[in-house]
């Protein structure tokens, strides 16, 4: 009996069929509906029909046809009508067993031009946030542009390939290894992902052919993927697991590891390489050469006749004999794949699936070229079809009809297609997996990321006191999506033959800051000690070596400092008054000039020729001048800076009392502070100006000098600038950042506090 009819059915079978259909029919207690899965192969075409009941899949007919001519090679349709023909008369004789049409049908794609890429790829948040479906869709989406862009750099044939497929081998949530990152807050996720990729031109073969025979495609998978899902359940996957198809023009691989599907791979040598030997040998035509291989398997003598119609009777054993050496090259090519994808090494175990693993001596070579115990390297067939029953009789589970049992099952897993759509007038042709989105268009098009998210305006990257700081460009406009001519976004779901249009995102401003709008320009001071009285003033700012103005912007690569002292000059300027340069300016105890670095806690002590008017000096562009140029001019011997530092190495530096006593007429001068020129009414009256503030919610009167400064606030009002702590300063005037330059009036509401860590 030829091997096709004896899956053809009986009329006992039918009557069971129909029994089921009419009980469909008329009572709808059926709720789901037959699947039809089609195993479209080099030699023959495998039609399956039935459903899922639970965790079981009951089979409710199947038909076996085999090409009258090699109408495929390699897993290739080369000849559309004759295969669309067969497959046309496999789904009639379906129909008739169950006797109810059949209009779409589950297919699996394989061929020696199927390529596949592993790669990895990652994702890093800004800061630490849970992870959701939407950011593990992402990075899926990201791995498969990493991988189509790896394959267009190797590709170097002809083919435009598309992808078909992916497999999550691993994910990674702060580089641990996690079975799920949903839910779990991280800071980078990744994933290892294996990438499958078809040519055009097979997947519009294998869909042209399914179209003659009046058919439509609800789902399509790989044959590699069809195969494991029946042959090696989720429970044997954390085992390192070689699974071969052996077809008639391929043998597909996929092996498993640490609960995953880790690799693909094919090679094109299977059961047609024995076929053709067989046909050169014997003279005979394809069809008795396929008869004569399978009867090798089974039988101990095998009768048939040659083209010269003469009837010969052979032993099985000329048969292995014959086919040996190419079974021998076969099993070694598979071996090499299956080391290839294992990572250099060999695997635990091989399962075996399909008609051509079944020739003798098959497995016992392939178990030697891996260096496995022959125990190891087994044919899969009924054993792994525990839960499937057939309700068609004189139907063995064999290893040929694991894979086409394994397309229906997939249909369950995950629905897909091929669908069709348009992006900015291009058309795009995707693997549909029910859940497309734009975003998966998109990528497919070729439309860069950077097109569909805002864009940063540029940065500017500087540092401050040796601390590394950004500032951020501006983000610009998201690209404008509309599907259909309505709104959408990146994640809404593609719709089969919708126009789309992406208008790209836009850049925003490029990052703009100048000095004063540092924090560290308002909030780090310096203190000294001048004439007994404390000073507190804003630290200069030098940006690369050089004093530079508030309103300074920020460039790319800037090195800025906080200077760490003033002159004596810049005090002077600070404070509004000028110094009698014919008497002894002291610092530390030592006699200085206006030129003198005057650091932290420093000791000054002066006399005061007069007060300076306010207006004149207290404007920030002339205060910068005044500093610049102090800073250009002012040379300090490398004596001078050591001794400065040395007398200012501890806070509580004082000088001695015989160098802090000054003449009656230096007191008079210090204490009293007129100029030659004024009257002491005059003096008088300035000394009596006060300024009424709030500071914290507390009144404060402000006395004693024509104008203030808000640095002057530290004279009147008890505020411990010892208690820092390595904190910053807070300093408003009302309900602003304050400058401490700034002038005080009446009823100004100022806060003062130190900045929390």
């Given at each position: 009996m030829d091997?096709?009819d004896?899956?053809?059915?009986s009329?006992n079978?039918?009557?069971?069929?129909?029994?089921?259909?009419?009980?469909?029919?008329?009572?709808?207690?059926f709720?789901?509906?037959?699947?039809?899965?089609?195993?479209?192969?080099?030699?023959?075409?495998?039609?399956t029909?039935g459903?899922?009941?639970?965790?079981?899949?009951?089979?409710v007919?199947?038909?076996?046809m085999?090409?009258?001519?090699?109408a495929?090679i390699d897993?290739?349709?080369?000849?559309?009508?004759r295969?669309?023909?067969v497959?046309?008369t496999v789904?009639?004789?379906?129909e008739?067993?169950?006797?109810c049409?059949l209009?779409e049908v589950?297919?699996?794609?394989?061929g020696?031009?199927l390529k596949t890429?592993?790669?990895?790829?990652?994702?890093?948040?800004?800061?630490?946030?849970?992870?959701?479906?939407?950011d593990?869709?992402?990075?899926?989406?990201?791995g498969?542009?990493?991988a189509?862009?790896?394959?267009k750099?190797?590709?170097?044939?002809?083919?435009?390939?598309y992808c078909?497929g992916y497999?999550?081998?691993?994910?990674?949530?702060?580089?641990?290894v996690?079975s799920?990152i949903?839910?779990?807050?991280?800071?980078?996720?990744?994933?290892?992902?294996?990438?499958?990729?078809?040519?055009?031109?097979?997947?519009?073969?294998l869909y042209s052919a399914?179209?003659q025979a009046?058919?439509?495609?609800?789902?399509?998978?790989?044959?590699?993927i069809?195969?494991?899902?029946?042959?090696?359940?989720e429970?044997?996957r954390?085992?390192?697991i070689?699974?071969?198809?052996?077809?008639?023009?391929?043998?597909?691989?996929?092996?498993?590891?640490?609960?995953?599907?880790?690799?693909?791979?094919?090679?094109?040598?299977?059961?047609?390489e024995?076929?053709?030997?067989?046909?050169?040998h014997?003279?005979?035509?394809?069809?008795?050469?396929?008869?004569?291989?399978?009867a090798?398997?089974?039988?101990?003598m095998?009768t048939y006749?040659?083209?010269?119609?003469i009837?010969?009777?052979?032993?099985?054993k000329?048969?292995?004999?014959?086919?040996e050496?190419?079974?021998?090259?076969?099993?070694?090519?598979v071996?090499e794949?299956?080391k290839e994808?294992?990572?250099?090494?060999?695997?635990?175990?091989?399962f075996?699936?399909?008609?051509?693993?079944k020739?003798?001596?098959?497995t016992?070579?392939?178990?030697?070229k891996?260096?496995l115990?022959q125990?190891?390297?087994a044919l899969?067939g009924?054993?792994v079809?525990?839960?499937?029953?057939?309700?068609?009789?004189d139907?063995?589970?064999?290893?040929?009809i694991?894979?086409?049992?394994?397309?229906?099952l997939n249909?369950?897993?995950?629905k897909?297609?091929?669908?069709?759509?348009?992006?900015n007038g291009?058309?795009?042709?995707?693997?549909?997996?029910?859940?497309?989105?734009?975003?998966?268009?998109?990528?497919?098009a070729g439309?860069?990321?950077?097109?569909l998210?805002?864009?940063?305006g540029k940065?500017?990257?500087?540092?401050v006191n040796?601390?590394a700081?950004?500032?951020?460009g501006?983000?610009?406009?998201s690209a404008?999506?509309t599907?259909?001519?309505?709104?959408?976004?990146?994640?809404?779901k593609?719709?089969?033959?919708?126009?789309?249009?992406?208008?790209?995102?836009?850049?925003?401003?490029?990052a703009m800051?100048t000095?004063?709008?540092?924090?560290?320009?308002?909030?780090?001071?310096?203190t000294?000690?001048?004439n007994?009285?404390k000073?507190?003033?804003p630290?200069?700012?030098?940006?690369?070596?050089?004093?530079?103005?508030?309103?300074y912007?920020?460039?790319?690569?800037?090195?800025?400092?906080?200077?760490?002292?003033?002159?004596?000059?810049?005090?002077a300027?600070?404070m509004?008054?000028?110094?009698?340069?014919?008497?002894?300016i002291?610092?530390?105890n030592?006699?200085?000039?206006?030129?003198?670095?005057?650091?932290?806690?420093?000791?000054i002590?002066?006399?005061?020729?007069?007060?300076?008017?306010?207006?004149?000096?207290?404007?920030?562009?002339?205060t910068?001048?005044s500093?610049?140029?102090?800073?250009?001019?002012?040379?300090?011997?490398?004596?001078n800076?050591?001794?400065?530092?040395a007398?200012?190495?501890?806070?509580?530096?004082?000088?001695?009392?015989?160098?802090?006593?000054?003449?009656?007429?230096?007191?008079?001068?210090a204490?009293e502070?007129?100029?030659?020129?004024?009257?002491s009414?005059?003096?008088k009256e300035k000394?009596?100006?006060s300024?009424?503030?709030?500071i914290?919610?507390?009144?404060?009167t402000?006395t004693g000098?024509?104008?203030?400064?808000?640095?002057?606030?530290?004279?009147?009002?008890?505020?411990d600038l010892?208690?820092?702590?390595?904190r910053?300063?807070?300093?408003?005037?009302?309900?602003?950042?304050?400058?401490?330059?700034?002038?005080?009036?009446d009823g100004?509401?100022?806060?003062?506090?130190?900045?929390?860590?």
């Amino acid at each position: 009996m030829d091997f096709a009819d004896n899956w053809n059915g009986s009329g006992n079978y039918k009557e069971k069929v129909s029994e089921r259909t009419l009980q469909m029919n008329e009572t709808q207690t059926f709720e789901q509906p037959y699947v039809f899965g089609l195993d479209i192969g080099t030699r023959n075409v495998v039609g399956t029909v039935g459903y899922k009941e639970g965790n079981e899949f009951i089979v409710v007919a199947q038909y076996v046809m085999q090409h009258e001519t090699r109408a495929m090679i390699d897993g290739q349709i080369h000849d559309i009508g004759r295969v669309g023909s067969v497959i046309r008369t496999v789904k009639e004789e379906l129909e008739k067993q169950i006797e109810c049409p059949l209009t779409e049908v589950c297919i699996a794609a394989a061929g020696r031009v199927l390529k596949t890429v592993t790669t990895n790829v990652e994702y890093e948040y800004p800061e630490e946030t849970v992870v959701t479906k939407e950011d593990i869709h992402t990075l899926d989406l990201l791995g498969i542009e990493k991988a189509q862009s790896l394959l267009k750099e190797k590709n170097d044939t002809r083919y435009k390939f598309y992808c078909v497929g992916y497999s999550v081998v691993k994910y990674y949530l702060n580089e641990e290894v996690y079975s799920n990152i949903e839910g779990h807050k991280a800071e980078v996720i990744s994933e290892d992902i294996i990438v499958t990729f078809l040519p055009e031109d097979v997947v519009d073969g294998l869909y042209s052919a399914v179209a003659q025979a009046g058919l439509e495609v609800a789902n399509m998978t790989l044959e590699p993927i069809a195969a494991i899902d029946v042959a090696i359940p989720e429970s044997f996957r954390m085992l390192n697991i070689a699974l071969v198809d052996v077809g008639a023009g391929t043998s597909d691989i996929s092996v498993t590891k640490d609960g995953s599907i880790i690799a693909y791979g094919m090679i094109p040598l299977a059961g047609d390489e024995l076929t053709e030997l067989i046909v050169q040998h014997y003279l005979v035509d394809f069809q008795t050469a396929e008869r004569i291989k399978l009867a090798s398997t089974t039988g101990e003598m095998i009768t048939y006749k040659d083209i010269m119609m003469i009837e010969h009777s052979i032993p099985a054993k000329e048969v292995w004999e014959l086919i040996e050496p190419v079974t021998d090259k076969m099993t070694t090519a598979v071996a090499e794949k299956i080391k290839e994808l294992n990572g250099g090494q060999t695997v635990s175990a091989t399962f075996v699936v399909g008609g051509g693993g079944k020739i003798h001596g098959y497995t016992e070579m392939l178990a030697d070229k891996l260096g496995l115990p022959q125990e190891r390297v087994a044919l899969r067939g009924e054993e792994v079809l525990q839960e499937v029953t057939f309700e068609q009789p004189d139907i063995e589970k064999d290893p040929l009809i694991v894979t086409p049992i394994g397309i229906c099952l997939n249909y369950y897993d995950q629905k897909n297609s091929f669908i069709m759509v348009h992006l900015n007038g291009e058309r795009i042709k995707m693997y549909d997996n029910n859940k497309l989105l734009i975003m998966d268009a998109a990528l497919q098009a070729g439309v860069a990321n950077e097109d569909l998210f805002p864009k940063r305006g540029k940065e500017v990257n500087y540092t401050v006191n040796g601390v590394a700081k950004v500032e951020r460009g501006l983000p610009g406009e998201s690209a404008v999506i509309t599907m259909n001519g309505k709104p959408a976004g990146i994640n809404t779901k593609l719709e089969p033959n919708s126009e789309i249009e992406i208008c790209p995102s836009t850049a925003g401003a490029d990052a703009m800051i100048t000095i004063e709008q540092l924090e560290e320009y308002h909030t780090s001071t310096i203190t000294f000690i001048v004439n007994g009285r404390k000073i507190v003033c804003p630290r200069f700012v030098e940006v690369n070596g050089k004093l530079e103005p508030a309103s300074y912007l920020i460039k790319e690569g800037d090195e800025i400092e906080t200077r760490a002292y003033y002159t004596v000059e810049q005090i002077a300027e600070f404070m509004d008054v000028e110094i009698d340069t014919e008497k002894e300016i002291i610092v530390n105890n030592r006699v200085v000039d206006l030129n003198y670095f005057v650091y932290e806690n420093f000791n000054i002590e002066w006399t005061i020729l007069s007060f300076r008017t306010h207006e004149s000096d207290t404007t920030e562009e002339k205060t910068a001048e005044s500093m610049e140029e102090a800073a250009d001019t002012t040379e300090v011997s490398e004596e001078n800076v050591s001794d400065s530092e040395a007398a200012g190495e501890t806070e509580d530096s004082t000088p001695v009392d015989d160098a802090s006593v000054t003449t009656d007429e230096e007191t008079q001068t210090a204490e009293e502070s007129p100029a030659d020129n004024e009257t002491s009414e005059e003096a008088k009256e300035k000394e009596t100006h006060s300024v009424e503030v709030i500071i914290n919610g507390t009144p404060v009167t402000l006395t004693g000098r024509e104008s203030y400064m808000f640095v002057d606030l530290f004279e009147f009002y008890e505020f411990d600038l010892s208690a820092s702590a390595g904190r910053a300063i807070i300093t408003k005037l009302n309900g602003q950042n304050a400058q401490y330059t700034a002038e005080l009036k009446d009823g100004d509401v100022i806060e003062l506090a130190w900045k929390e860590k």
